[in-house]
């Protein structure tokens, strides 16, 4: 906590949670077992867009067998593969929180510890689906947990963002696998960072850190995006740089749970549709 999330460094540490039950059962197949009648919101990230559709899981996990795309090819339309991306799923099924066991709690600010699982976002998709590079909306910091498959990040410091071809509020167009030069040469001085991200590995990227992500194989997932007051300072400072009203709003909610300490039984239900929020 010390050396890396108070610091703000990024960090991977390997096997982290390959203890936990969720890393040893946790498959598309397991899922749509159990919960496989789960209307779900499935996302289609296009060129500047993202569209939403609704999915039963099972539904979805018949869509993941039957994908073929290899774990080598970079396609250039891979990143409008329907992709179950950013749901919170662990919030919605609660019981599933319970196969991520003994959590980490401690990582995390005091009002997020209780219930951790409710601020938790999931991701599930076949091999070759990619978010583009971003940083988190909130300016928060983000824990990663990969318990099936193996993805890939590549990460790249906060304050190299203007060196990626920066679109809106948190999205950029430069492709770190397939960087064009001639369109963006600024991003020569970036120093990207590839990470192989492996079943059961947790990893840590401090507040704003851009990211693209490629999974090399079916994968299943979830993260936590969470505030200090340090960081939700630094957020709130940032309001008038083009920061989206929503995402204002949300972090003013987030400071009366983690600066003014109000109760979670007030914050959690206004700050609850964030895990909804498609920016």
Same mark, same amino acid.
């Given at each position: 906590?010390?050396?890396?999330?108070?610091?703000m460094r990024?960090?991977?540490?390997r096997?982290?949670?390959?203890?936990?039950k969720?890393?040893?059962?946790?498959?598309?197949?397991?899922?749509?077992?159990?919960?496989?009648?789960?209307?779900?919101?499935?996302?289609?990230?296009?060129?500047?867009d993202?569209?939403?559709?609704?999915w039963?899981?099972?539904?979805?996990?018949?869509?993941?067998?039957?994908q073929?795309?290899?774990?080598?090819?970079?396609s250039s339309n891979?990143g409008?593969?329907?992709?179950?991306?950013?749901?919170?799923?662990?919030?919605?099924?609660?019981?599933?929180?319970?196969d991520?066991?003994?959590?980490?709690?401690?990582f995390?600010?005091?009002?997020?510890?209780?219930?951790?699982?409710r601020y938790?976002?999931?991701f599930?998709g076949?091999?070759?689906?990619?978010?583009?590079?971003h940083f988190d909306?909130?300016?928060?910091?983000?824990?990663?947990?990969q318990?099936?498959?193996?993805?890939t990040?590549?990460?790249?410091?906060?304050?190299?963002?203007?060196?990626?071809?920066?679109?809106?509020?948190r999205?950029f167009? @430069?492709?770190?696998e397939? $960087?064009?030069?001639?369109? #963006? !040469?600024? %991003? *020569?001085?970036a120093?990207?960072?590839?990470?192989?991200?492996?079943?059961?590995?947790?990893?840590?990227m401090?507040?704003?850190?851009?990211?693209h992500v490629?999974?090399?194989?079916?994968?299943?997932?979830?993260?936590i995006?969470?505030?200090?007051?340090?960081?939700?300072?630094?957020?709130?400072?940032?309001?008038?740089?083009?920061m989206?009203?929503?995402?204002?709003?949300?972090?003013?909610?987030?400071?009366?749970? @983690?600066?003014?300490?109000? $109760?979670?039984?007030?914050? #959690? !239900?206004l %700050? *609850?549709?964030?895990?909804?929020?498609?920016?």
């Amino acid at each position: 906590m010390a050396n890396y999330r108070d610091a703000m460094r990024p960090v991977l540490l390997r096997g982290a949670c390959a203890a936990w039950k969720a890393c040893k059962c946790w498959s598309p197949q397991y899922l749509d077992q159990n919960i496989g009648s789960l209307t779900v919101p499935v996302k289609t990230l296009g060129s500047g867009d993202i569209k939403v559709s609704s999915w039963r899981l099972t539904e979805y996990v018949r869509f993941i067998k039957e994908q073929r795309l290899g774990a080598d090819e970079v396609s250039s339309n891979a990143g409008a593969v329907p992709y179950c991306h950013d749901i919170p799923l662990l919030g919605l099924v609660e019981t599933l929180a319970e196969d991520c066991q003994p959590f980490p709690t401690e990582f995390l600010s005091p009002s997020y510890r209780q219930h951790w699982w409710r601020y938790s976002q999931f991701f599930m998709g076949p091999a070759g689906t990619i978010t583009p590079l971003h940083f988190d909306s909130l300016l928060s910091h983000n824990l990663f947990f990969q318990i099936h498959g193996t993805k890939t990040f590549t990460i790249i410091p906060p304050n190299q963002a203007d060196l990626c071809g920066r679109r809106g509020w948190r999205w950029f167009d @430069v492709d770190p696998e397939r $960087p064009d030069y001639a369109r #963006f !040469p600024e %991003y *020569r001085q970036a120093t990207p960072a590839i990470v192989t991200v492996s079943a059961g590995d947790m990893l840590y990227m401090p507040p704003g850190t851009l990211h693209h992500v490629r999974s090399l194989s079916t994968s299943i997932s979830f993260n936590i995006d969470w505030h200090t007051e340090r960081s939700l300072s630094d957020a709130l400072a940032q309001s008038s740089s083009g920061m989206p009203k929503e995402v204002i709003y949300y972090n003013a909610i987030t400071a009366l749970a @983690v600066i003014a300490k109000m $109760p979670e039984a007030i914050t #959690f !239900p206004l %700050y *609850r549709p964030y895990l909804s929020y498609v920016s």
